[in-house]
């Protein structure tokens, strides 16, 4: 097959139409409304949306090329475990709905990491701002690579002509039209995902003999997978690995990534937040319905005979690309927008990543070194970031390219190990009272230290794995020698190297708020008095409610001032009209934190 040929015009015109599409949204709102000159509109899209672009645009930003290749690709080696994730989308969303999504858009922060001031210091906002920078650059790389090379493996496009491509469209409309652009692209894209997914799914069963034709392949190749109750946490994927530890991983993407708060907090109100991320639960479940079938399809058109020697590279990844061009070719303009769908779902993600690591480098990094700045120089600043964070994200590109491995398992692999930290860190502020911030720090980086050592000792031990020539034994014995001497522990080391990947969120979460209360406690736990009103979630409250009340404030420190005040926030977060007992009483409160908080009491003053 001649796969160079299936390109038509049609194709190619499909395929622009896209990118210009994307730069015509991007010009329309840099043209339109305030004409992005002050950071509220650039950053926040005005606290203006409504849910269904909020809810759509949700989904984007952590759907990328990653997991429209990367799914089908392991439904086609390992059978349709994987699906199970589908579970932990149930919990996955309903906490950030009804606990996540009330604290930060109750206090009124524009970045996620605000809240971390708020409820300990300024030193644990840097750490988390610049975690969570670390984690969206190394992401943004894999999300920009991935497309590139696996059409670059099929089709010969030029490699780096197309990572420069997707990175400089990307920067361009992020740039121009903020948020605003940026939502309203992904909901463009978002549907062209969905539609290039469908193609390929519908001529795929055809091609291979109808439905039941499918069915029969998968079922007799033995894919369809039953539900695995293996508890052993080494397990890659079992029910356990997906619907419990999969919940921490979407906590981690959806409870507290600013690409995801921020969305939430450009909703009109709270409760279109809140609708806004029930409704992603369906739309998710169709993404990975859709993806899972089509590796299910990809299966039974080769029937597991492996077809990853007709290219150059051996990798599943560029299979599945593989697959679809062999599927769609003939059919003009279905090759054009499969790649339509490829680029949609990476440029969705890069631009939510490049606006969200402007918002915070500006929000958590500048504007409280240069609290005079005016608004106009704010703006350009934001506008050269997003830039910059384009530029560098190509860099990062190059990056992934020198690491291969299975994207999907890469991407949430970074998810984990940069991601559970910061979850960690967020739970340790919001359910445990007596977390300080000293706590807070070691937490975090011990977390990330422990998440790292598993990390990368899990990629030094595996690699070792699937090698089966005879004379890389004797490397795969080096290595594993240089680490036991390292650790000298080989053993328990190994096992604890081997922990699946799935459980990294919820490992390394645990490892935060574990060492942060202890550290916590042996430094002096803070008061519930002292801790800034609306920065707690009462969930061990909650959780032990069925414990008689005087029990519960000794363990649980739910004092009933604290929710008072956090009703009061509420109002005045409303602007409802308060009388002037209330007034003073505020008053006072924000003098009491104003050290402590400046942008949330800065919001009180004006309200007030
Ligand atoms: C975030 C999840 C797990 C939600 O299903 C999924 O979208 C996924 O596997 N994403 C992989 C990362 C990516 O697509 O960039
Ligand atoms: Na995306």
Redesign the pocket.
Known sequence: MHIYSIFTVIDYVIFAVLLAASMGIGLYYALSGGRQRTTQEFLMADRSMGCLPVSLSLIAS???A??II??PAEIYTHGTQYWF?GCAYILGLLIPAHIFIPVFYRLRVSSAYQYLELRFSKAVRICGTLTFIFQMVIYMGV?VYTPAFALNAVTGFELWGTVLATGLVCTLYTTLGGLKAVIWTDVFQTVVMFAGQLAVIVVGVQKTGGVADVWRKVWEGNRISGLDLNPDPTERHTFWTLGVGGVF??LS?YGVNQAQVQRYLSSRTEKEAVRSCYMVFPS?QLA?ALSCVMGLVMFARYCGEDHSDKLASSSRDAMVIYFVMDMLHGLPGLPGLFIACLFSAALS?ISSAFNSLATVTMEDLIKPQYPAMTEARATLLSKVLAMSYGLLCLAMAYLTHLMGDSV?QV??KIFGMVGGPILGLFCLGMFFPWANSIGALVGLCVGLVVAFWLGIGSILTRSTRPLPLECSANVTIAIQTAISLFFSQPSGLKRFYSLSYMWYSGFNCTTVILIGLIISFLTGPTKEEDVMPGTLYPLLGKLFCFLPEHLKKKLCCVTPLGQTVSEKIDLIAKNLPLNKTELVYFSSLCKKFSQKCNSATHHLYIHI
């Open positions: 952590f759907q990328s990653v997991a990367g799914v994730i999300c991983l979407m993407l998710l990975l993600t999907l991407a949430l």
